[in-house]
């Protein structure tokens, strides 16, 4: 199976540029659909987006989650798929989680669709 961990968070400035990277182990990430989630303090964890293995790897977001504000794409080379948040904002301060899918869906949106989950607690995010 595989393992995830996520890295590149912190306390950032609101508006500063945010990378955030999963990286996977023990498997090829090339195989499993990679999602993205988030948990702010005192909500439920919410989808953001996530990019599949299908056509031409692309990615598919939350509807509540406009395409400017987070841009995902993955290096399946580098086995990572990346968040990246060109301008961040107080309320994205949250915990962020990566997600692997092996079914390989086209587009899960829900936590239970994914059956591997990176630790999230180590990567979060505040601005």
């Known amino acids: 199976q595989v393992q995830l961990v996520e890295s590149g968070g912190g306390l950032v400035q609101a508006g500063e540029f945010l990378r955030l990277s999963c990286t996977a182990s023990g498997r090829a990430l090339s195989i499993y659909t990679m999602g993205w989630f988030r948990q702010a303090p005192g909500k439920e964890r919410e989808f953001i987006g996530g990019?599949?293995?299908?056509?031409?790897?692309?990615?598919?977001y939350a509807d509540s989650m406009k395409e400017d504000r987070f841009i995902i794409f993955r290096r399946n080379d580098k086995n990572q798929v990346y968040l990246e948040m060109p301008s961040p904002q107080p309320e994205d301060t949250a915990v962020y989680y990566c997600?692997?899918?092996?079914?390989?869906?086209?587009?899960?949106?829900?936590?239970?669709?994914?059956?591997?989950w990176g630790k999230g607690p180590q990567d979060s995010v505040s601005s």
């Open positions: 990019s599949n293995t299908l056509g031409k790897l692309s990615t598919f």
């Open positions: 997600a692997a899918d092996e079914s390989g869906g086209r587009g899960p949106r829900n936590g239970v669709d994914y059956e591997y």
